[in-house]
């Protein structure tokens, strides 16, 4: 499960890349930086994950940050609610209603996973840890608005491939 919520984290922030929006820590080292220090820390996880027992702390903790990450976008974001009364973004970080077809599966899943592996992998983590989930949605919430602004200007100031979305508005 774990290994499931690390591939959608980094699916989630390569998406956001790729559809022209930047990536989480874009606005402070650049398209280039972020998108190699997301890489290398999805793969570092991701090869930590398959030698697991040693780091329960750190998987907890990470399952913890991305679990919270997921919350955040659902919460902070414009959205509706489904049949299920689900909350489904209409809009998020400028991908624009188009995207959120693809966008929202992205995020349940890597939620899902996250959520699957604190109940079930991370048992000798400290208990408490994922509790910080709750804590952390707004301060999360937070930073995503304000880097959703600082990517905004960047965009305007330099355009680029990897802000072009963010420059229509």
């Given at each position: 499960?774990?290994r499931?919520?690390?591939?959608?984290?980094?699916?989630?922030?390569?998406?956001?890349?790729?559809?022209?929006?930047?990536?989480?820590l874009?606005?402070l080292?650049g398209?280039?930086?972020a998108?190699?220090?997301?890489?290398?820390?999805?793969?570092?996880?991701w090869?930590?994950?398959?030698?697991?027992?040693y780091?329960?702390?750190?998987?907890?903790?990470?399952?913890?940050m991305?679990?919270?990450?997921?919350?955040?976008?659902?919460?902070?974001?414009?959205?509706?609610?489904?049949?299920?009364?689900?909350?489904?973004?209409?809009?998020?970080?400028?991908?624009?209603?188009?995207?959120?077809?693809?966008?929202?599966?992205?995020?349940?899943?890597?939620?899902?996973?996250?959520?699957?592996?604190?109940l079930?992998?991370?048992?000798?983590?400290?208990?408490?840890?994922?509790?910080?989930?709750?804590?952390?949605?707004?301060?999360?919430?937070?930073a995503?608005?304000?880097?959703?602004?600082?990517?905004?200007?960047i965009?305007?100031?330099?355009?680029?491939?990897w802000?072009?979305?963010?420059?229509?508005?």
């Amino acid at each position: 499960m774990t290994r499931i919520a690390i591939a959608g984290m980094a699916g989630h922030v390569f998406f956001e890349l790729a559809a022209g929006v930047g990536m989480p820590l874009a606005s402070l080292v650049g398209a280039r930086g972020a998108a190699v220090g997301w890489a290398v820390g999805t793969r570092t996880a991701w090869r930590a994950a398959g030698r697991r027992g040693y780091a329960e702390t750190a998987f907890a903790a990470l399952n913890t940050m991305s679990l919270a990450a997921v919350i955040a976008h659902l919460a902070g974001w414009p959205r509706r609610y489904t049949r299920a009364r689900l909350p489904w973004l209409r809009d998020c970080e400028g991908l624009g209603p188009e995207m959120m077809p693809f966008y929202n599966p992205i995020l349940y899943v890597s939620g899902a996973a996250a959520l699957g592996a604190l109940l079930t992998e991370n048992r000798r983590a400290p208990h408490g840890l994922p509790l910080l989930t709750v804590p952390l949605v707004p301060v999360l919430i937070a930073a995503q608005h304000c880097e959703h602004r600082r990517l905004t200007r960047i965009a305007a100031e330099r355009p680029g491939w990897w802000n072009r979305r963010l420059r229509r508005g």
